[in-house]
Every structure is written in C-alpha cells, then in structure tokens.
C-alpha cells in the first residue's frame, strides 16, 4: 500500500469535511433569529415604534393541551324541555334548527343592558333561558342578520374554521327569531405540554418578520384553535395576536396564530395563503454596545 498518498487522500478528505461542517456552522448562525441578538424584546419593540395592548392579557385557565372535540348527540327530551320555540333535530341528533314562536328582544331580558358592550356581556341571560348549554358560548361576531357565538373551555374560546357552533339569526327589528346550533364534547389530551408565554409567541411573528416596523399590537389573547374540519376535532392552545398597521385603513389588521406549544405561526386573517405586503422590511437592530450591555453577543 502507498502510504504517502494513503496520508494525502486522508488530509485533503479532512480538510474537506471541516470546510462541510464550516458551511453548515455559518448557515446555522445565519438562521438564528434577529432576536437572539438582544436580550430585552420590549426594547427592541420599542425601537421600532411597535406598540403592545393596553389592556392586561388575560391567561386565566390556559393550559398548553390538545383538545379533542366530538359534536355533542342531543335528545329529543332535551328539545322538549325547551319552551317558546319549535325546535327540530337533525338526522344525526348533532344540530338544532329552532324558531322562535314570537321574536324576543334582548333588550326585554334580565342582565341584559342594551347597550354598545351589550353584545360582548350580555347575551348570557338570554342564552341561559333559551338555549340548551347557553352557558358555553360567548358572542363572536356580527355578520348582517346573524350574530355567531362560539364555545368555552375553562373560560377559553375555541374556534373553527367554518361557520360558529351556535347562529342566532335577527329580523329586520334586531330582534332574535331563531337558531341553528351546535354543540362540542371536549376531552383533553392528558400530555400537558409547557406553553411559550405571550411575549415568546410576540417574539416569534417579529423574527419572521410577520410584526413590521411601526405596525402596533393591539390585542393579545389565548385560545383554542382547530385549523383542519376532520372527525374527531383536535384544537391546539393558541396566542392570537392581532397587529395593526401603520395605515389609517380600517381594514390593515392582521390576526395571527402562534401556536402555544409548538411556536409555529399561523396567519388566521385574512386567509393565510394570502400574500403579506410585498416586501418584508428589517427591522432596526441595536447596536454592538446595546448587545454588550444586554449580556448577549454579536
């Protein structure tokens, strides 16, 4: 055997491999998030005119598990308990279409106000007097004459891709004359897993570049979030982050999804196929200094 070229062959393969392994490092270093730069993420949000909510965020019951949700079976000795209104069940037993036998105004019921925040609030007195397990629902949205509400666990909101578990639906007087309903079974998965805080999930849509230069954050909440219409659901523990941008168009608002166990993101509205503004700014980065003193290194 040539051992001198033996000796070549290994040399020249070895420094190969460092020069591999090199490459590999530095593209690596290159993919660190922006963030890992400074150690402060309300400074850097604060350098570049990036605002948080005002409001306290609410965590109250959030639990970083996977929910399993099957549609709830109701009976008609359930319908029959239910008075002032024709209700009829589907084949399956899974939906409730009702009508009312006179329109009710909200505003004629105990609890509730009738006023601007009445629809946030105060539905649940109408809700508990009308409809089977009004108790685990809460207001969404107004969409022309239909109000949609969607479900609660544990005091957290869950939410479909699809249309909401309960739809009241309105006569041209606001007044309620009917509703389709729905209603989840929910299960937990007993692997609880920790979840990354709010700020953690803010951190991730800034280092990919979803949260923008002077945009502002005006809403942080949790929820549970089931992205894909399959049997059973399974929903994930949400952070919805909602980003305003740096127009004065009503409509320049973004909701993203972090996913609280995951860190993936998602973006809910609108449709996350949807392009995100052309091109994507860089945000401001702090200086050699400014890294120093955070204790972190360049």
Request: net charge negative; glycine share 6%; no cysteine.
């Amino acid at each position: 055997m040539n051992w001198s070229r033996a000796k070549s062959i290994f040399i020249v393969t070895f420094l190969l491999l460092n020069v591999f392994l090199g490459i590999q490092l530095l593209d690596k270093i290159q993919q660190v998030p922006d963030i890992e730069q400074s150690s402060d993420i309300e400074k850097r949000l604060a350098d570049n005119n990036i605002s948080l909510p005002s409001k306290e965020i609410n965590i109250v019951g959030a639990k970083g598990v996977v929910l399993e949700g099957r549609w709830t079976t109701f009976s008609e000795a359930e319908l029959d308990g239910l008075t002032g209104q024709t209700a009829t069940l589907s084949q399956s037993r899974e939906l409730i279409k009702a009508a009312f036998d006179e329109p009710i105004d909200l505003s004629d019921i105990p609890g509730n106000d009738n006023n601007e925040t009445a629809e946030q609030t105060d539905y649940a007195a109408f809700l508990a007097q009308h409809i089977l397990h009004g108790y685990d629902y809460v207001f969404s949205r107004r969409e022309g004459s239909y109000l949609y509400f969607n479900q609660l666990y544990n005091q957290n909101e869950t939410f479909v891709n699809e249309d909401a578990p309960l739809i009241l639906e309105l006569d041209e007087d606001d007044k309620v004359i009917g509703y389709t309903q729905r209603h989840f079974t929910f299960e937990e998965n007993p692997d609880e897993r920790k979840m990354i805080t709010y700020m953690e999930a803010v951190e991730t849509l800034l280092n990919n570049h979803f949260i923008k230069r002077n945009n502002s954050i005006v809403e942080i909440d949790f929820g549970y979030y089931s992205l894909a219409e399959q049997t059973p659901r399974f929903f994930s523990p949400m952070w919805e982050v909602t980003v305003k941008g740096n127009t004065d168009e009503e409509d320049d608002v973004r909701i993203y999804l972090v996913n609280a166990i995951l860190g993936e993101q998602h973006q809910w509205y609108p449709d996350e196929n949807q392009a995100i503004d052309g091109e994507t700014p860089e945000l401001e980065e702090p200086s050699i200094d400014e890294m120093n003193e955070a204790g972190s290194t360049p």
